[in-house]
């Protein structure tokens, strides 16, 4: 069965830096396009970045661009996230998602992320 699994979140300083990791298993990890996408407590769930299958082609939401890079190691079935510069409207959970932008059709459990002071 398709698996997703979030890890890297926690707590971190405004200006401090993560990286998300999603390992994925049950399926063909590289020739799916992979996505990142973060829910705020009491908001809905907004895309963040997506990578496509081949890892040549990246995308952003604006509020992360220059700060936040994806990537991919197909040969570890792997996801990441590296986000630097974070600020506290950066604190979400964060959700791996297996399929391009708005286009999911299974999602990891998420991890926290946190940024305060």
């Known amino acids: 069965q398709v698996q997703l699994v979030e890890s890297g979140g926690g707590l971190v300083q405004p200006g401090g830096s993560l990286r998300l990791s999603c390992a994925a298993s049950g399926f063909t990890f590289s020739t799916y396009h992979m996505s990142w996408v973060r829910q705020a407590l009491g908001k809905g769930r907004e895309w963040v970045s997506s990578?496509?299958?081949?890892?040549?082609?990246?995308y952003y939401a604006d509020f992360v661009k220059g700060r936040f890079t994806i990537s991919r190691d197909n040969a570890k079935n792997t996801l990441y996230l590296q986000m630097n510069s974070l600020q506290p409207e950066d604190t979400a959970v964060y959700y791996c998602?297996?399929?391009?932008?708005?286009?999911?059709?299974?999602w990891g459990q998420g991890t926290q992320v946190t940024v305060s002071s």
């Open positions: 998602a297996r399929g391009r932008r708005g286009w999911y059709d299974y």
């Open positions: 990578i496509y299958n081949g890892g040549g082609s990246t």
